[in-house]
Structures are given as C-alpha cells and as structure tokens.
C-alpha cells in the first residue's frame, strides 16, 4: 500500500520550469514597462492613466501579477516543506500563503480595472 503525504516534497521538475516561465514573463514584462515608461511625455498621473488605460497593458499586468503570485507560491511552499516539519502546521501555513496570495490577486485586479 502506498501513502501519500498531505504536503510533501513530490513536485520537482513540473515547480522548476514553473518558476522559470514565471521569471520569464516577469522579466518581459519589465522590459516592456521600462519601455513604456521610457515613452511618456511626462511622469504624471494623467500619463499613468493613459498607459493603464487600455484594456491590453490592464490584462499584460495582470498576467505579470499572476506570474509573480505563482512564483511565489512555488518558493513559499518549498520553504515551508524545509523548514516546518509538523504537518499540522505546515498544512496550515501552506492555506494562509494560498488565501494570502489570491487576495493579493484579487486586490491586483481590483486595482487595474478600477484605473
């Protein structure tokens, strides 16, 4: 019979292309912001708007926010499976980061769709 372990060290190849295409898109979406940035006639919040204000740099954002949320998933849960050993609380740890991590993905879009 096989046990299978509440929280476990299992993930492996899967979580480290994971956080890999997640940097990879955070690091195009730098690029592309610094660009964006780089092209605003001046730093005000009027030209804020006017960047946020489509409907693609709105979803490219929050496909960058995504990205960043997941990535952190993937490096907080690894922390908790290497340094928590009860699994009680580990368990526990691993629900506040998920509840933690969606609300902040949630407040993201709350953000950009009310600019």
Same mark, same amino acid.
């Given at each position: #019979?096989?046990?299978?372990?509440?929280?476990?060290a299992h993930y492996g190849f899967r979580d480290w292309l994971a956080q890999r295409v997640t940097a990879? *898109? #955070?690091?195009? %979406?730098?690029? =592309?912001?610094?660009?964006?940035?780089?092209? =605003?006639?001046? $730093?005000?919040?009027?030209? !804020?708007?006017?960047?946020?204000?489509?409907? &693609? #740099?709105?979803?490219?954002?929050? =496909?960058?926010?995504?990205?960043?949320? %997941?990535?952190? @998933?993937?490096?907080?849960? /690894?922390? @908790? #499976? /290497? %340094? *928590?050993?009860?699994?009680?609380?580990?368990?526990?740890? $691993?629900?506040?980061?998920?509840? *933690? &991590?969606? +609300? %902040?993905? +949630? !407040?993201?879009?709350?953000? =950009? !769709?009310?600019?």
């Amino acid at each position: #019979m096989v046990r299978r372990t509440t929280v476990g060290a299992h993930y492996g190849f899967r979580d480290w292309l994971a956080q890999r295409v997640t940097a990879i *898109v #955070m690091a195009l %979406y730098t690029v =592309l912001l610094a660009i964006c940035l780089i092209g =605003l006639p001046n $730093h005000s919040l009027e030209s !804020w708007r006017a960047l946020f204000s489509g409907g &693609l #740099m709105k979803f490219v954002t929050f =496909l960058f926010f995504l990205a960043l949320f %997941y990535h952190a @998933w993937v490096g907080i849960r /690894d922390i @908790w #499976m /290497d %340094y *928590v050993k009860p699994t009680s609380i580990r368990l526990a740890l $691993h629900c506040v980061t998920i509840f *933690v &991590l969606l +609300g %902040y993905a +949630g !407040w993201a879009a709350q953000i =950009l !769709w009310r600019l």
